[in-house]
């Protein structure tokens, strides 16, 4: 998995159990892998953690990252058991000695390096009044250049905070200062409910104005989810393509049928579709009246709009065939198959 350049942006996640339970982080990665996770990081914290890397990656094909705080001997074991990647934290790997022995050992693997800057854990306080941002665009300079001077170039920066305009401003500083790829991510975004919002937000508006390489949505949750919420970002800014995409209208007086079921069952049986190789992705629309419907998604490929007791399938803003409710969901279905399954050809 290549990260930067013309790449599409990667979606990453982090497992949440103890590295050195090795089933246990196994199948949590095949869980993350199977919802379309592209990279995975792993907490070290012992060497029984950095050397459980190896055979944890012996049956895993996603590579792996170490994630390291204070021990850069812990870098070392991790890099020599394997780690695909290693994230280190300028604020508390601030020896050069251990900091360069870590460089050393990355470019004999042939392996990158994450500098992970993280605004709640900054290297020692500084007397030029500086905010969070600056200090963390200061150090990830400081720091990229000690690897560039050492002749290390497989390196992604990150800068994040749960401050979400603090992390904001932090990369759109940092953007135009290097050539680096950028993972993105808000730190400690929360619980789900505010956790995606959160992320979606800070993510969102940083990959919109063409920054970022890489993200990771950070939820107090499963970490599928997290992935999961990563697609969709990218896949609504247009980024990414992994799937039928689905518009439904909010619904308001004019509508006589059950949209939340309806759109409901379209959305749940479309998506065990989505990886279909070679198939056409579809803009679709589920919308509730016919009077509206087919002119508020024009854009759509294909879209269904209700009456009272018909539906009118229709293409671009055209209806295409009227169909009667109780049928509609079945109909609508093969016609959307019959339109993806076209696109392979
Ligand atoms: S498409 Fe029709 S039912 Fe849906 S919000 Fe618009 S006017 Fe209301």
Redesign the pocket.
């Known amino acids: 998995m290549k990260i930067g350049g013309d790449n599409p942006v990667s979606v990453q996640s982090m497992t949440k159990t103890r590295t050195r339970d090795v089933e246990i982080v196994r199948d949590e990665i095949r869980r993350l892998s199977v919802s379309g996770c592209e990279i995975v990081r792993v907490a070290v914290k012992s060497p029984e953690d950095a050397r459980a890397i190896r055979e944890i990656k012996n049956e895993i094909s996603l590579p792996v990252v170490a994630d390291i705080h204070f021990d850069h001997m812990l870098a070392l074991l991790a890099i020599d058991n394997g780690a695909d990647k290693i994230r280190v934290n300028p604020g508390n790997i601030t020896r050069s000695d251990h900091l360069n022995a870590i460089i050393d050992r990355s470019k004999e693997k042939g392996i990158a390096v994450r500098i992970g800057l993280n605004s709640g854990s900054l290297p020692a306080p500084r007397t030029d009044r500086k905010s969070p941002d600056e200090i963390m665009v200061d150090e990830a300079l400081r720091y990229i250049d000690i690897f560039e001077k050492k002749g290390f170039d497989d390196l992604v920066v990150s800068l994040k905070s749960s401050d979400i305009i603090t992390t904001i401003k932090a990369y759109r500083d940092i953007a135009p200062k290097t050539d680096v790829p950028l993972h993105l991510g808000i730190t400690a975004a929360g619980t789900p409910s505010d956790g995606i919002v959160r992320s979606s937000v800070g993510i969102g508006s940083l990959l919109a104005s063409g920054i970022g390489d890489t993200i990771r949505v950070s939820l107090t949750g499963d970490p599928v989810l997290e992935v999961e919420t990563g697609k969709r970002i990218l896949q609504s800014l247009g980024l990414r393509e992994y799937g039928h995409k689905i518009i439904s209208?909010?619904?308001?007086?004019?509508?006589q049928v059950d949209?939340v079921v309806i759109t409901g069952e379209i959305e749940a049986r479309l998506k065990g579709e989505i990886s279909i190789p070679g198939s056409k992705k579809l803009n679709i629309a589920v919308?509730?009246?016919e009077?509206?419907?087919p002119g508020?998604a024009k854009d759509a490929d294909i879209g269904i709009?209700f009456g009272s007791n018909k539906g009118a399938i229709f293409s671009r803003g055209n209806i295409v065939k009227t169909v009667n409710v109780d049928e509609a969901v079945e109909e609508f279905l093969r016609l959307i198959r019959e339109m993806a399954v076209k696109g392979k050809q």
């Open positions: 209208c909010p619904t308001c007086g004019r509508c949209m919308m509730g009246c009077v509206n419907g508020e709009a």
